[in-house]
RNA sequence: GUGAGUGUAGCUCAAUUGGUAGAGCGCCGGACUGUGGCUCCGGAGGUCGCGGGUUCAAUCCCCGUCACUCACCCCA
Protein backbone atom coordinates (compact mmCIF):
# COMPACT_ATOMS: atom_id res chain seq x y z
CA UNK A 1 0.00 0.00 0.00
CA UNK A 2 1.20 3.38 -1.14
CA UNK A 3 -0.37 5.48 1.95
CA UNK A 4 -1.15 9.03 2.03
CA UNK A 5 1.46 11.19 2.69
CA UNK A 6 1.96 13.05 6.31
CA UNK A 7 -0.75 16.05 7.38
CA UNK A 8 -2.59 14.87 4.32
CA UNK A 9 -6.07 13.51 4.55
CA UNK A 10 -9.00 11.48 2.65
CA UNK A 11 -12.39 12.78 3.11
CA UNK A 12 -14.48 9.97 3.53
CA UNK A 13 -17.94 9.09 3.10
CA UNK A 14 -19.57 9.58 6.41
CA UNK A 15 -17.90 12.85 6.93
CA UNK A 16 -18.24 14.25 3.40
CA UNK A 17 -21.76 15.18 4.40
CA UNK A 18 -20.55 18.33 7.13
CA UNK A 19 -18.36 19.18 4.59
CA UNK A 20 -21.24 19.46 1.67
CA UNK A 21 -23.27 21.05 4.55
CA UNK A 22 -20.32 23.40 5.63
CA UNK A 23 -19.76 24.23 2.04
CA UNK A 24 -23.22 25.00 1.93
CA UNK A 25 -23.82 27.47 4.67
CA UNK A 26 -20.79 29.30 3.94
CA UNK A 27 -22.19 30.07 0.24
CA UNK A 28 -25.41 30.68 1.52
CA UNK A 29 -24.20 33.33 3.98
CA UNK A 30 -21.61 34.95 1.92
CA UNK A 31 -23.76 35.27 -0.78
CA UNK A 32 -26.16 37.27 1.53
CA UNK A 33 -23.95 39.64 2.04
CA UNK A 34 -22.82 40.50 -1.51
CA UNK A 35 -19.61 38.23 -1.68
CA UNK A 36 -18.44 37.13 -5.34
CA UNK A 37 -17.20 33.56 -5.35
CA UNK A 38 -13.23 33.36 -6.98
CA UNK A 39 -11.38 30.65 -7.18
CA UNK A 40 -7.55 31.03 -7.61
CA UNK A 41 -4.89 29.01 -8.45
CA UNK A 42 -3.42 26.73 -5.65
CA UNK A 43 0.14 27.40 -7.09
CA UNK A 44 1.76 30.60 -7.23
CA UNK A 45 5.41 32.76 -7.70
CA UNK A 46 6.92 32.61 -4.34
CA UNK A 47 7.23 35.91 -4.39
CA UNK A 48 3.93 36.85 -3.77
CA UNK A 49 4.05 35.32 -0.36
CA UNK A 50 7.59 36.44 0.63
CA UNK A 51 6.06 40.31 -0.07
CA UNK A 52 2.52 39.42 0.76
CA UNK A 53 2.82 37.46 3.97
CA UNK A 54 5.83 38.66 5.30
CA UNK A 55 9.24 37.66 4.98
CA UNK A 56 9.53 37.34 8.54
CA UNK A 57 6.62 35.47 9.32
CA UNK A 58 7.09 31.41 10.17
CA UNK A 59 4.81 30.70 7.20
CA UNK A 60 7.14 32.10 4.86
CA UNK A 61 10.50 31.47 6.64
CA UNK A 62 9.97 27.47 7.21
CA UNK A 63 6.40 26.57 6.41
CA UNK A 64 6.21 26.99 2.43
CA UNK A 65 5.69 23.95 -0.15
CA UNK A 66 8.43 26.11 -2.35
CA UNK A 67 10.55 24.75 -5.17
CA UNK A 68 11.85 25.15 -8.72
CA UNK A 69 9.66 24.24 -11.81
CA UNK A 70 10.98 22.91 -14.88
CA UNK A 71 10.79 26.31 -15.94
CA UNK A 72 13.71 27.68 -13.37
CA UNK A 73 10.43 29.63 -11.79
CA UNK A 74 10.53 29.86 -8.11
CA UNK A 75 7.13 28.89 -7.20
CA UNK A 76 5.27 27.41 -4.11
CA UNK A 77 1.96 26.12 -3.12
CA UNK A 78 -0.22 28.65 -1.35
CA UNK A 79 0.01 28.49 2.46
CA UNK A 80 -2.45 30.74 2.83
CA UNK A 81 -5.20 32.92 0.47
CA UNK A 82 -5.08 36.56 1.02
CA UNK A 83 -1.85 37.27 -1.20
CA UNK A 84 -3.73 35.32 -3.87
CA UNK A 85 -6.34 37.14 -3.71
CA UNK A 86 -5.22 40.45 -3.72
CA UNK A 87 -3.14 39.72 -6.78
CA UNK A 88 -6.05 38.28 -8.83
CA UNK A 89 -7.87 41.64 -7.15
CA UNK A 90 -4.75 43.73 -9.02
CA UNK A 91 -4.37 41.67 -12.21
CA UNK A 92 -8.08 41.39 -13.22
CA UNK A 93 -8.54 45.72 -11.94
CA UNK A 94 -11.68 43.66 -10.13
CA UNK A 95 -12.48 46.88 -8.62
CA UNK A 96 -13.74 47.92 -12.37
CA UNK A 97 -15.79 45.11 -12.59
CA UNK A 98 -17.68 44.49 -9.53
CA UNK A 99 -19.57 47.16 -7.62
CA UNK A 100 -18.26 46.72 -3.73
CA UNK A 101 -15.00 44.27 -4.25
CA UNK A 102 -16.36 41.48 -1.56
CA UNK A 103 -14.79 37.97 -2.72
CA UNK A 104 -14.58 34.63 -1.24
CA UNK A 105 -12.84 31.40 -1.92
CA UNK A 106 -12.97 28.41 -0.60
CA UNK A 107 -10.08 25.35 -1.51
CA UNK A 108 -7.10 23.65 -0.01
CA UNK A 109 -3.86 25.78 1.59
CA UNK A 110 -0.31 23.38 2.04
CA UNK A 111 1.81 24.16 5.23
CA UNK A 112 4.89 22.19 5.98
CA UNK A 113 4.20 22.01 10.03
CA UNK A 114 3.54 19.29 12.38
CA UNK A 115 0.46 17.65 11.95
CA UNK A 116 -2.15 17.99 15.28
CA UNK A 117 -5.80 18.09 15.95
CA UNK A 118 -7.47 20.38 13.76
CA UNK A 119 -3.99 21.23 11.92
CA UNK A 120 -3.25 19.53 8.46
CA UNK A 121 -0.47 19.67 5.84
CA UNK A 122 -3.23 20.28 3.31
CA UNK A 123 -6.14 22.15 4.81
CA UNK A 124 -8.60 23.91 3.59
CA UNK A 125 -9.73 27.74 4.07
CA UNK A 126 -12.72 29.94 4.03
CA UNK A 127 -11.09 33.11 2.46
CA UNK A 128 -13.08 36.25 2.46
CA UNK A 129 -11.62 39.49 1.71
CA UNK A 130 -13.10 43.15 0.76
CA UNK A 131 -10.87 45.73 -0.83
CA UNK A 132 -11.24 49.73 -1.36
CA UNK A 133 -13.44 50.21 1.88
CA UNK A 134 -11.89 52.10 4.92
CA UNK A 135 -15.35 52.77 6.69
CA UNK A 136 -15.46 51.15 10.43
CA UNK A 137 -18.93 50.39 9.56
CA UNK A 138 -17.44 47.36 7.26
CA UNK A 139 -15.39 45.71 9.66
CA UNK A 140 -18.65 45.31 12.07
CA UNK A 141 -20.19 43.88 9.31
CA UNK A 142 -17.20 41.55 8.40
CA UNK A 143 -16.66 40.14 12.10
CA UNK A 144 -20.39 40.22 12.36
CA UNK A 145 -20.89 37.96 8.91
CA UNK A 146 -18.06 36.01 10.52
CA UNK A 147 -20.12 35.33 13.81
CA UNK A 148 -23.26 34.59 11.63
CA UNK A 149 -21.64 31.92 9.65
CA UNK A 150 -20.30 30.20 12.98
CA UNK A 151 -24.00 30.16 14.39
CA UNK A 152 -25.46 29.11 10.88
CA UNK A 153 -22.79 25.83 11.28
CA UNK A 154 -24.81 24.86 14.99
CA UNK A 155 -21.47 25.63 16.60
CA UNK A 156 -22.90 27.16 19.93
CA UNK A 157 -19.47 26.90 22.54
CA UNK A 158 -17.63 30.22 20.12
CA UNK A 159 -16.32 33.13 21.22
CA UNK A 160 -15.31 36.22 19.55
CA UNK A 161 -12.75 38.39 20.25
CA UNK A 162 -11.52 41.17 18.96
CA UNK A 163 -8.46 43.99 19.21
CA UNK A 164 -6.58 46.81 17.19
CA UNK A 165 -3.15 46.50 16.11
CA UNK A 166 -2.90 50.43 14.68
CA UNK A 167 -1.61 51.60 11.93
CA UNK A 168 1.81 52.12 10.17
CA UNK A 169 1.78 55.31 12.43
CA UNK A 170 1.20 54.20 15.92
CA UNK A 171 2.42 50.66 15.84
CA UNK A 172 5.98 51.54 15.34
CA UNK A 173 5.22 53.83 19.07
CA UNK A 174 3.61 50.88 20.91
CA UNK A 175 6.14 48.49 20.14
CA UNK A 176 8.81 50.64 21.41
CA UNK A 177 6.72 51.30 24.12
CA UNK A 178 6.37 47.69 24.55
CA UNK A 179 10.62 46.89 24.70
CA UNK A 180 10.10 49.83 27.55
CA UNK A 181 7.97 48.30 30.08
CA UNK A 182 9.54 45.01 29.65
CA UNK A 183 12.92 47.00 30.85
CA UNK A 184 14.99 44.27 32.95
CA UNK A 185 12.19 42.06 33.10
CA UNK A 186 13.12 40.72 29.54
CA UNK A 187 15.63 38.41 31.48
CA UNK A 188 12.87 36.48 33.44
CA UNK A 189 11.08 36.02 30.44
CA UNK A 190 10.54 32.50 28.21
CA UNK A 191 13.42 31.71 25.75
CA UNK A 192 10.31 31.91 23.18
CA UNK A 193 9.95 35.42 24.11
CA UNK A 194 12.62 36.56 24.73
CA UNK A 195 13.15 36.03 21.15
CA UNK A 196 10.04 37.53 20.04
CA UNK A 197 11.07 40.49 22.54
CA UNK A 198 13.80 41.02 19.96
CA UNK A 199 12.08 40.09 16.29
CA UNK A 200 8.00 41.39 17.03
CA UNK A 201 6.92 42.33 20.61
CA UNK A 202 3.35 42.29 20.03
CA UNK A 203 4.28 38.09 19.96
CA UNK A 204 4.71 38.39 23.60
CA UNK A 205 1.05 38.91 23.85
CA UNK A 206 0.42 34.96 22.51
CA UNK A 207 2.79 33.47 25.54
CA UNK A 208 0.88 30.73 27.19
CA UNK A 209 4.00 30.38 29.45
CA UNK A 210 2.94 29.99 33.29
CA UNK A 211 5.89 32.24 34.49
CA UNK A 212 5.54 35.10 31.77
CA UNK A 213 2.12 35.84 32.65
CA UNK A 214 2.78 38.17 35.83
CA UNK A 215 5.50 40.32 33.13
CA UNK A 216 2.93 40.41 30.46
CA UNK A 217 -0.05 41.25 31.98
CA UNK A 218 1.81 44.00 33.36
CA UNK A 219 2.63 45.14 29.74
CA UNK A 220 0.83 48.23 28.36
CA UNK A 221 -2.51 47.98 25.64
CA UNK A 222 -2.09 48.84 21.87
CA UNK A 223 -5.11 49.88 22.50
CA UNK A 224 -3.99 52.73 24.50
CA UNK A 225 -1.69 53.90 22.04
CA UNK A 226 -4.10 54.23 19.04
CA UNK A 227 -3.42 57.51 17.35
CA UNK A 228 -6.89 59.75 16.91
CA UNK A 229 -8.27 58.33 13.90
CA UNK A 230 -7.27 54.31 14.95
CA UNK A 231 -8.75 54.93 18.20
CA UNK A 232 -11.93 56.63 16.25
CA UNK A 233 -11.90 53.61 13.86
CA UNK A 234 -12.35 51.02 16.82
CA UNK A 235 -14.49 52.51 18.96
CA UNK A 236 -16.37 52.86 15.72
CA UNK A 237 -16.10 49.21 14.90
CA UNK A 238 -16.78 48.10 18.38
CA UNK A 239 -20.19 50.74 18.50
CA UNK A 240 -21.56 48.99 15.54
CA UNK A 241 -20.51 45.68 16.90
CA UNK A 242 -22.82 46.65 19.78
CA UNK A 243 -25.82 47.79 18.29
CA UNK A 244 -25.63 44.97 15.89
CA UNK A 245 -25.76 42.58 18.92
CA UNK A 246 -22.55 40.70 18.15
CA UNK A 247 -21.32 38.95 21.84
CA UNK A 248 -17.71 40.08 21.89
CA UNK A 249 -14.45 40.54 24.14
CA UNK A 250 -12.08 43.30 23.77
CA UNK A 251 -9.00 41.19 24.34
CA UNK A 252 -5.32 43.42 24.13
CA UNK A 253 -3.57 39.97 23.59
CA UNK A 254 -5.05 39.43 20.46
CA UNK A 255 -2.49 39.61 17.73
CA UNK A 256 -2.35 37.90 14.81
CA UNK A 257 0.88 35.98 13.57
CA UNK A 258 0.73 37.51 10.07
CA UNK A 259 2.69 41.08 9.40
CA UNK A 260 0.20 42.77 7.46
CA UNK A 261 -2.57 43.25 9.88
CA UNK A 262 -3.66 47.55 10.54
CA UNK A 263 -6.33 48.72 13.14
CA UNK A 264 -9.02 45.50 13.61
CA UNK A 265 -7.94 42.31 14.12
CA UNK A 266 -10.36 39.57 14.81
CA UNK A 267 -10.57 35.88 15.90
CA UNK A 268 -13.83 33.65 16.67
CA UNK A 269 -12.27 30.57 19.23
CA UNK A 270 -14.19 27.64 19.29
CA UNK A 271 -14.72 24.77 22.05
CA UNK A 272 -13.07 21.50 21.77
CA UNK A 273 -11.15 21.81 19.60
CA UNK A 274 -7.54 20.96 21.12
CA UNK A 275 -4.96 23.29 21.30
CA UNK A 276 -5.90 24.88 17.97
CA UNK A 277 -8.94 26.82 18.75
CA UNK A 278 -8.95 29.67 16.38
CA UNK A 279 -12.02 28.98 13.97
CA UNK A 280 -11.20 31.39 12.35
CA UNK A 281 -9.33 34.79 12.23
CA UNK A 282 -8.26 38.44 10.31
CA UNK A 283 -8.77 41.49 10.50
CA UNK A 284 -7.89 44.86 8.43
CA UNK A 285 -4.86 45.00 6.10
CA UNK A 286 -4.82 48.53 4.63
CA UNK A 287 -1.00 48.49 3.35
CA UNK A 288 -0.89 45.25 1.92
CA UNK A 289 -2.53 45.83 -1.85
CA UNK A 290 -0.26 49.18 -2.21
CA UNK A 291 2.70 46.83 -1.49
CA UNK A 292 1.91 44.02 -3.84
CA UNK A 293 1.72 46.07 -6.60
CA UNK A 294 -1.59 47.77 -6.50
CA UNK A 295 -3.34 51.01 -6.10
CA UNK A 296 -3.56 52.06 -2.51
CA UNK A 297 -6.81 50.49 -1.42
CA UNK A 298 -7.29 48.81 1.59
CA UNK A 299 -8.51 45.59 2.83
CA UNK A 300 -10.08 43.65 5.16
CA UNK A 301 -10.95 39.90 5.28
CA UNK A 302 -10.56 36.67 7.29
CA UNK A 303 -9.52 33.15 7.09
CA UNK A 304 -11.64 30.63 8.70
CA UNK A 305 -10.10 26.90 8.76
CA UNK A 306 -12.87 24.61 7.58
CA UNK A 307 -11.57 21.43 9.54
CA UNK A 308 -11.76 23.22 12.02
CA UNK A 309 -15.14 24.47 11.66
CA UNK A 310 -16.62 20.84 10.34
CA UNK A 311 -14.61 19.44 13.74
CA UNK A 312 -16.71 21.86 15.84
CA UNK A 313 -19.80 21.46 14.02
CA UNK A 314 -22.80 19.41 15.92
CA UNK A 315 -23.08 15.63 14.36
CA UNK A 316 -24.78 15.81 11.47
CA UNK A 317 -26.76 12.96 9.78
CA UNK A 318 -26.48 10.81 7.45
CA UNK A 319 -26.40 9.69 3.68
CA UNK A 320 -29.98 10.29 1.79
CA UNK A 321 -32.03 7.09 2.55
CA UNK A 322 -33.25 6.16 -1.32
CA UNK A 323 -36.75 6.55 -2.04
CA UNK A 324 -36.55 2.64 -3.85
CA UNK A 325 -34.33 -0.46 -3.64
CA UNK A 326 -35.07 -2.80 -6.21
CA UNK A 327 -34.93 -6.26 -5.69
CA UNK A 328 -34.86 -8.70 -8.72
CA UNK A 329 -35.16 -12.22 -8.50
CA UNK A 330 -33.73 -14.46 -11.68
CA UNK A 331 -32.08 -13.93 -15.01
CA UNK A 332 -35.58 -13.23 -16.37
CA UNK A 333 -36.19 -10.44 -13.68
CA UNK A 334 -32.73 -8.49 -14.01
CA UNK A 335 -33.14 -6.51 -17.10
CA UNK A 336 -36.63 -5.30 -16.37
CA UNK A 337 -35.21 -4.36 -12.75
CA UNK A 338 -32.37 -2.43 -14.16
CA UNK A 339 -34.94 -0.45 -16.91
CA UNK A 340 -37.19 0.27 -13.30
CA UNK A 341 -34.36 1.93 -11.30
CA UNK A 342 -33.53 4.09 -14.50
CA UNK A 343 -37.49 4.99 -14.96
CA UNK A 344 -37.10 5.87 -11.04
CA UNK A 345 -34.17 7.80 -11.61
CA UNK A 346 -35.15 9.88 -14.22
CA UNK A 347 -38.46 10.61 -12.10
CA UNK A 348 -35.66 12.47 -9.76
CA UNK A 349 -36.29 9.75 -7.47
CA UNK A 350 -33.21 7.80 -5.48
CA UNK A 351 -33.02 4.48 -6.65
CA UNK A 352 -30.50 1.27 -5.99
CA UNK A 353 -30.16 -1.64 -6.93
CA UNK A 354 -27.88 -5.39 -5.86
CA UNK A 355 -26.09 -6.56 -8.84
CA UNK A 356 -24.82 -10.33 -9.41
CA UNK A 357 -27.13 -13.03 -8.27
CA UNK A 358 -27.86 -12.82 -4.90
CA UNK A 359 -30.45 -14.10 -3.09
CA UNK A 360 -33.52 -12.46 -1.79
CA UNK A 361 -32.53 -12.41 1.60
CA UNK A 362 -29.17 -10.91 0.71
CA UNK A 363 -30.86 -8.44 -1.16
CA UNK A 364 -33.15 -7.24 1.42
CA UNK A 365 -30.75 -7.27 3.63
CA UNK A 366 -28.47 -4.75 1.71
CA UNK A 367 -31.91 -2.52 1.16
CA UNK A 368 -32.16 -2.22 4.66
CA UNK A 369 -28.60 -1.34 5.24
CA UNK A 370 -29.13 1.44 2.85
CA UNK A 371 -32.55 2.71 4.88
CA UNK A 372 -34.06 2.15 1.83
CA UNK A 373 -38.26 3.46 2.61
CA UNK A 374 -39.19 1.31 -0.09
CA UNK A 375 -38.59 -2.23 -1.77
CA UNK A 376 -39.71 -2.99 -5.14
CA UNK A 377 -39.82 -6.53 -5.92
CA UNK A 378 -39.83 -8.32 -9.41
CA UNK A 379 -39.61 -11.67 -9.56
CA UNK A 380 -41.46 -14.48 -11.91
CA UNK A 381 -44.54 -13.91 -10.64
CA UNK A 382 -44.85 -10.04 -10.67
CA UNK A 383 -42.84 -10.36 -14.49
CA UNK A 384 -45.51 -12.80 -15.30
CA UNK A 385 -48.64 -10.55 -13.95
CA UNK A 386 -46.98 -7.51 -15.40
CA UNK A 387 -46.97 -5.96 -11.61
CA UNK A 388 -44.30 -5.18 -9.08
CA UNK A 389 -44.62 -5.98 -5.32
CA UNK A 390 -44.27 -2.90 -3.18
CA UNK A 391 -43.01 -3.39 0.30
CA UNK A 392 -42.94 -0.37 3.10
CA UNK A 393 -40.14 -1.03 4.81
CA UNK A 394 -40.67 0.37 7.86
CA UNK A 395 -44.04 -1.34 8.17
CA UNK A 396 -42.76 -4.29 6.46
CA UNK A 397 -46.21 -4.21 4.39
CA UNK A 398 -46.76 -5.14 0.83
CA UNK A 399 -48.87 -3.78 -2.35
CA UNK A 400 -48.84 -4.85 -5.72
CA UNK A 401 -48.71 -1.71 -8.31
CA UNK A 402 -48.84 -2.24 -12.02
CA UNK A 403 -45.59 -1.83 -13.23
CA UNK A 404 -46.97 1.51 -15.28
CA UNK A 405 -47.83 3.16 -12.49
CA UNK A 406 -45.08 2.26 -10.10
CA UNK A 407 -43.08 5.44 -11.05
CA UNK A 408 -46.20 7.59 -10.42
CA UNK A 409 -46.87 6.09 -7.31
CA UNK A 410 -43.97 5.95 -5.42
CA UNK A 411 -43.24 9.77 -6.71
CA UNK A 412 -46.62 10.72 -5.70
CA UNK A 413 -46.40 9.49 -2.16
CA UNK A 414 -42.89 11.33 -1.62
CA UNK A 415 -44.40 14.78 -3.29
CA UNK A 416 -44.93 17.36 -0.83
CA UNK A 417 -48.65 17.06 0.22
CA UNK A 418 -48.44 20.75 0.46
CA UNK A 419 -45.63 23.70 -0.07
CA UNK A 420 -44.89 23.71 3.53
CA UNK A 421 -43.07 20.00 3.56
CA UNK A 422 -40.90 19.90 0.42
CA UNK A 423 -39.96 16.11 -0.56
CA UNK A 424 -36.80 15.55 0.63
CA UNK A 425 -35.18 14.78 -2.57
CA UNK A 426 -35.84 18.75 -3.82
CA UNK A 427 -33.20 19.20 -1.38
CA UNK A 428 -30.06 20.22 -2.91
CA UNK A 429 -27.76 18.39 0.09
CA UNK A 430 -29.05 14.75 0.32
CA UNK A 431 -29.70 14.48 4.36
CA UNK A 432 -31.54 12.09 5.92
CA UNK A 433 -33.94 13.71 8.20
CA UNK A 434 -35.26 11.13 9.75
CA UNK A 435 -39.44 11.11 9.67
C1' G B 1 12.33 21.56 14.23
C1' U B 2 11.23 19.69 19.79
C1' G B 3 8.65 16.41 23.46
C1' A B 4 5.33 12.51 24.99
C1' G B 5 2.06 8.48 23.86
C1' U B 6 0.35 4.67 20.52
C1' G B 7 1.00 1.00 16.31
C1' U B 8 -2.38 -6.70 16.71
C1' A B 9 -8.68 -8.59 11.69
C1' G B 10 -12.47 -3.56 7.75
C1' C B 11 -13.57 -0.85 12.91
C1' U B 12 -12.93 -0.76 18.53
C1' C B 13 -9.70 -3.43 21.45
C1' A B 14 -7.77 -8.04 24.28
C1' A B 15 -3.92 -11.84 25.06
C1' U B 16 0.78 -14.43 25.44
C1' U B 17 6.07 -13.31 32.65
C1' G B 18 9.27 -15.39 24.71
C1' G B 19 6.31 -21.37 22.15
C1' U B 20 3.66 -17.82 15.06
C1' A B 21 -3.03 -14.76 18.16
C1' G B 22 -8.72 -13.86 20.27
C1' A B 23 -13.46 -11.03 21.34
C1' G B 24 -17.25 -7.51 20.10
C1' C B 25 -19.06 -4.91 15.96
C1' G B 26 -19.13 -5.26 10.65
C1' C B 27 -19.07 -8.59 6.28
C1' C B 28 -20.64 -13.43 3.78
C1' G B 29 -23.71 -17.80 4.28
C1' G B 30 -27.38 -20.98 6.79
C1' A B 31 -31.73 -21.88 10.16
C1' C B 32 -36.49 -19.46 6.91
C1' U B 33 -35.84 -23.34 -1.59
C1' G B 34 -39.16 -15.47 -3.00
C1' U B 35 -38.92 -11.59 2.47
C1' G B 36 -34.77 -7.16 5.91
C1' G B 37 -34.32 -5.30 10.96
C1' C B 38 -34.36 -9.57 16.46
C1' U B 39 -32.26 -14.52 17.72
C1' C B 40 -29.19 -18.81 16.95
C1' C B 41 -25.37 -21.47 14.04
C1' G B 42 -21.33 -21.44 10.68
C1' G B 43 -17.59 -19.03 7.52
C1' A B 44 -14.10 -15.68 5.32
C1' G B 45 -10.60 -12.12 6.89
C1' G B 46 -4.21 -11.03 10.37
C1' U B 47 3.41 -9.80 6.59
C1' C B 48 1.04 -8.92 15.10
C1' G B 49 3.76 -1.00 11.26
C1' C B 50 8.74 -2.00 8.88
C1' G B 51 14.06 -3.46 9.34
C1' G B 52 17.84 -5.47 12.22
C1' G B 53 19.65 -7.81 16.92
C1' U B 54 19.40 -11.44 21.17
C1' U B 55 17.33 -16.54 21.37
C1' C B 56 16.35 -23.36 19.92
C1' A B 57 12.08 -20.06 19.24
C1' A B 58 10.23 -12.87 19.04
C1' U B 59 3.73 -10.13 18.30
C1' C B 60 6.21 -9.98 23.31
C1' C B 61 12.98 -8.36 25.04
C1' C B 62 16.84 -4.72 22.72
C1' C B 63 18.24 -1.13 18.76
C1' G B 64 16.81 1.55 14.61
C1' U B 65 13.13 3.35 11.45
C1' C B 66 8.31 4.79 9.66
C1' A B 67 3.38 6.15 10.62
C1' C B 68 -0.49 7.99 13.63
C1' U B 69 -2.13 10.89 17.92
C1' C B 70 -1.55 14.83 21.33
C1' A B 71 1.32 18.94 22.81
C1' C B 72 5.28 22.91 21.89
C1' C B 73 6.66 26.51 18.04
C1' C B 74 3.24 28.85 14.84
C1' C B 75 -1.35 29.25 12.85
C1' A B 76 -7.10 28.31 10.11
Given at each position: MIPAIRGTHDILPGEIERWQQAEQVVRDICGRYGYREIRTP?????ELFAKGTGETTDIVQKEMYAFQDKGGERV??????TPSMVRAFVEHALEQHLPTVKIFSLGPMFRYERPQKGRYRQFHQLDVEVFGVSDAALDAEVIEMAAALVEALGIEDAEVVVNSVGCAECRPAFGRALVTALGDRE???CGDCRRRAA???????????PSCQPIVDALPHATDYLCDACRSHFDATTGLLEALGVAFRVSH??????????RTTFEILGGR??????LLGGGRYDGLVRRLGGPDRAGIGFAAGMERLVLAMPDGSGPRAPDAFIVALGDAARQPAHLLARDLRRAALTALIDYGDRSMKAQLRRANRTSARHVLILGDDELAQGHVTVK????GGETRVGRDDVVRNLAGDL??????????????IGRDDGD
Open positions: VIERETLRPEAADLVNPLRIFDCKVRLVRGLDYYTLGAQNADMTSLPASPEQPARMRRP
